[in-house]
């Protein structure tokens, strides 16, 4: 079997990670990088840290509007897909990547693998919500990481075949968190405490790319009740700059701003951190793996057993009730095993067999 997988961003990058070495055990792979994260602090670092192979193809797709950028990679991706003779794509999450990757795989007629299947925030003000929905609509495997995620496609009469495999990149997450505790040294070059310190993301567009949000998000790490790091995505940091807001952040004594940080150190710095403010999924999960409080600047999430454990506050960009998430005193007492254990790229390839087997019989 030649499997072609699609990836484009720092999420799928360490979804990878987890699957192609195993893949490639047993099949053939060609990865293939759309280029949608170019800059090198989040593409080049993570292929070097998590030791995931190279991409056997660069698109080169960069800083395009969101249209263009589904559009110019589908015209990228189409004549290296057929040229591969590929029996599957495999692409991941919610991404404009995932999107243009499915897409392209139904006009070719190209059976399409959806890992991260089936989660949903019930949000379609999303794009992610609305990509992660046509994708799993596409898809012939819908490989999942909850059982929530499977109820979900259920529910929809999702024509394709469907599993639960856990969560890759909880995978990835949990064997590396050791090793950064030991290997980075982002806590003393930013001359912070183990505890002491807030982790701050935020890079949704219906975050940024509102001037008024934008600005209501600045008015929420002003009123930050601890010191924070706020390792700034290169989106975030253009919309400040052409809001005139960031200046105002920068002002800010409490808070410091890095530019967007490599996998071992930003999983050093949240590990470490009292609490992570994040509109981020991933960052969300990464919170619950490290059993560190979860405050999310978004109105609806996709992984919603965190909420339901406690370990994760919806907030929006509500500043008094971000104060109040951060002010509970402790942590919830329960913390189950939700993702998989560690196993879930295993999970994968084995139902990629299953399924590639029931499909020549």
Not at 263 to 279: E, G, H, K, Q
């Amino acid at each position: 079997m030649q499997v072609v997988t699609l990836v484009g961003n720092r999420p799928q990058f360490v979804k990878a990670a987890a699957v192609s070495k195993l893949l490639r055990e047993r099949y053939g792979e060609l990865l293939v990088h759309s280029g949608q994260h170019y800059d090198s602090s989040l593409s080049a670092v993570f292929f070097e840290q998590l030791d995931l192979p190279a991409a056997d193809v660069e698109l080169g797709i960069g800083p395009v509007s969101g249209s263009d950028q589904i559009g110019l990679i589908m015209h990228a991706f189409e004549p290296i897909l057929r040229d591969a003779e590929a029996d599957a794509v495999m692409v991941y999450g919610d991404t404009n990547t995932t999107l243009a990757g499915a897409l392209t795989a139904a006009k070719v007629g190209c059976p399409l693998v959806h890992v991260e299947a089936g989660m949903r925030s019930f949000d379609s003000d999303m794009p992610e919500e609305r990509n992660r929905v046509i994708v799993d609509h596409l898809a012939s495997l819908c490989l999942c990481s909850t059982a929530t995620a499977l109820e979900n496609l259920a529910a929809e009469e999702i024509r394709g075949r469907s599993e639960l495999v856990g969560d890759v990149m909880a995978d990835v997450s949990l064997a590396m968190m050791p090793v950064a505790r030991e290997r980075s040294n982002a806590l003393p070059a930013l001359g912070l405490e183990p505890g002491e310190y807030l982790l701050v993301t935020a890079h949704r567009a219906g975050n940024v790319d509102d001037p008024a949000r934008l600005e209501r998000l600045v008015e929420l790490l002003e009123a930050l009740p601890a010191p924070a790091v706020f390792p700034v995505h290169p989106r975030t940091r253009v919309r400040l700059e052409t809001g005139g807001l960031l200046d105002r952040v920068t002002a800010l004594e409490r808070l410091k701003l890095t530019p967007p940080l490599g996998y071992i150190d930003f999983l050093c710095l949240l590990s470490n951190a009292r609490a992570v403010l994040t509109d981020s999924g991933g960052v969300q999960k990464e919170a619950y793996l490290a059993a560190i409080p979860c405050v999310t600047l978004r109105e609806a999430t996709e992984w919603v057993e965190t909420v339901e454990l406690g370990w994760n506050v919806l907030v929006g960009l509500d500043r008094a009730a971000a104060l109040e998430a951060l002010a509970r005193n402790g942590s919830p007492r329960e913390h189950p095993e939700l993702y998989g254990g560690g196993s879930a790229g295993q999970s994968v390839v084995e139902a990629i067999e299953r399924w590639g087997g029931a499909n020549t019989q």
